[in-house]
């Protein structure tokens, strides 16, 4: 075989083992790529299942604000009664 076909064929070889270690390199990164997104697609379907689970119960949120509004006042009772306590007791005591 005559050298520059030898060469020819040494070029050929050597551009086809780098061909194919680059795809071998790309769809490893495509696998990679593909394992992530899949990890996220399944992380966004769950805090969906929890959205639509807190929204089912979205009907106790007037309740809690009511009860939540009726401790307030209640407390603001009590303020004010202490209040009215602490400032006689000042008066009385001068």
Known sequence: MPEAEMTYWTVI??????VI?????LLSLLVYFVKIIDRRVAEVRDTLAEVSTNTARAALIP????????????????????????????????
């Open 21 to 25: 270690v680059a795809v071998v390199a």
């Open 63 to 94: 309740a809690t604000a009511e009860s939540v509004d009726a401790v307030l006042a209640e407390g603001l009772r009590h303020h004010l009664f202490l209040g009215r306590v602490v400032a006689s007791t000042r008066e009385g005591g001068s």
């Open 13 to 18: 070889l050597v551009l086809g083992a780098v």
